[in-house]
């Protein structure tokens, strides 16, 4: 990895080295928090966590070959290679701001409330086209995750896109003084995190964090459709780039059509260019990702027929309104996690399926203290936007199921208390022919009722 040398590195954290001084200007090959991924020439960087306290396993990766470890702790009679610092989290934050800047490869940045992933994708789909392209995998865009990704970068690639998810102030600059993007994409702000952040005033507070660490001269593509977004009118002599559905905006779609679960078409217009496109998900959020996406192709000097290709080539992440079909029914996968937007997003899209529509929906979590409130509203939106039956899962739920309830006394819904009671019964609600949605936050464990699904 281009300069990460135990001498750096112990120089970047403001470490102390213990061991064999031949190694200092030795390079690690890779670093690692599970020690299970050990391997020659790695760092191992043991976080302590509120189960584990992963220094125990420093015996054990050092046998199965890493170059060197970090530690809290001042090492005992030992002979190999240890960076003692005050904090392993802190210490990998430096780190991987150090290595990301010598690679020197440009850095797309995506947050927002809803949506951040479903926009990596497209993003990382149409500039592969061009370029060697590294895309945040999974959940990996917090504090930790967000370096460990920046670790899988090589001197190869050509451009990082990185997620960056946040839940309280502050947060997102310390992210952004890792990534230090480039060019900034901010999906919208919605009502994510509330009981950190107040209300939406606050969510647009802590997601524009992210421009204090931009790039000189570098660049912001805003959604001008978002209320919020569309008050932001420059940051340091950088002008927006705003998409939307309105031509007024840089980047704008129009002649936009549902081709129901199959994905939406539409026209993409940026500037004196035009061009037609399949979007291949569901959703009119997914037109977009797509104008997101199209707006860093240009910047980054793809052709329109290669931003064409990125969109259209775009694959569905397990989790993420991922559609599967078995011989029984067609189960719309969006059970990563879920707040009011995305909840209410979704249920729009399910109305497009073939069958009986039923949305198996589970509580929203850190919704702060209008949780009550933002339940009712989804259950009024699924009393009223065409489905035929929801199933509620959960505390909170009781109050989408009821706010439901009132909305259409003729409305088809229950309500069930716990995910187990669900699976226990989960036949009694489905039938042959029937396409499925599955939404709640991640700490209902609701890909346990994807699996239940796909065996019935």
């Known amino acids: 990895m281009k300069n990460l040398t135990l001498r750096n590195i112990t120089k970047v954290c403001g470490g102390t080295y213990h061991g064999p001084e031949e190694l200092l200007d030795r390079e690690v090959v890779s670093v690692i928090t599970d020690s299970r991924k050990a391997e020659a020439g790695a760092l191992f960087v043991p976080i302590v966590g509120e189960r584990v306290d992963a220094h125990k396993f420093i015996p054990d990766v050092m046998e199965k070959g890493c170059l060197a470890t970090l530690s809290e702790k001042e090492p005992e ?17 430096d780190i991987a701001e150090f290595y990301l800047e010598q690679l020197q490869i440009p850095v797309v940045g995506i947050t927002g409330s809803v949506g951040k992933t479903s926009t990596k994708e497209v993003i990382a789909s149409v500039l592969k086209e061009k370029y060697r392209t590294l895309k945040t995998q999974g ?58 952040l107040g209300d939406r005033d606050g969510v647009l ?17 805003l959604n001008g459709d978002d209320d919020k977004l569309a008050t932001v009118k420059e940051y340091r002599g950088i002008r927006p780039v705003f998409f939307g559905l309105n031509q007024k905006y840089d ?24 061009f037609s496109v399949l979007v291949p998900m569901p959703g009119i959020h997914m037109v977009y990702n797509a104008l997101a ?22 694959e569905p992440v397990s989790g993420r309104f991922h559609m599967i079909e078995t011989d029984k029914l067609l189960i719309v996968d969006d059970c990563y996690n879920a707040n009011p937007m995305s909840m209410k997003a979704s249920l729009d899209v399910l109305k497009d399926g073939s069958g009986r529509k039923v949305a198996i929906l589970g509580d929203m979590g850190e919704l702060g203290e209008n949780e009550i409130q933002l339940h009712q509203e989804v259950g009024v939106h699924a009393a009223s936007c065409g489905i035929d039956k929801c199933i509620c899962v959960g505390e909170l739920s009781t109050h989408m199921a009821e706010a439901a309830k009132k909305t259409d006394p003729d409305f088809d819904i229950c309500h069930i208390r ?12 489905i039938q042959p022919g029937d396409t499925v949605l599955v939404k709640a936050s991640h700490f209902m464990k609701f890909e346990d009722v994807v699996q239940a699904l796909e065996k019935l």
Not at 77 to 93: F, N, P
Not at 165 to 174: A, C, H, L, V
Not at 256 to 268: A, D, F, Q, V, W
Not at 295 to 308: D, M, Q, S, V
């Open 139 to 196: 959940n990996f865009n917090n504090e930790l995750g967000l370096p460990l990704t920046v670790f899988r970068l090589r001197d190869e690639d050509e451009i990082a896109v990185l997620e960056m998810g946040i839940s309280d102030f502050g947060e997102m600059t310390r992210l952004a003084k890792i990534a230090k993007p480039e060019t900034c994409v901010i999906t919208n702000i919605g009502t994510c995190h509330l009981e950190n």
């Open 77 to 93: 009679g030992t002979d190999y290679a240890c960076i003692q610092i005050e904090s392993s989290l802190q210490a990998v934050k």
């Open 293 to 314: 996406a199209a707006a860093i192709g240009k910047i980054y000097g793809l052709t329109t027929e290669e931003i064409r290709r990125g969109i259209e080539s775009l």
């Open 205 to 221: 507070k802590a997601k524009t964090e992210i421009f204090a660490s931009l790039k000189p001269n570098g660049n912001i593509i």
């Open 251 to 274: 980047v704008y779609a129009d002649e936009i059509k549902s081709l129901g679960l199959k994905g939406m078409s539409c026209r993409i217009h940026m500037g004196d260019q035009s």
């Open 418 to 429: 716990t995910r187990e009671e669900l699976l226990e019964h989960l036949s009694d609600y």
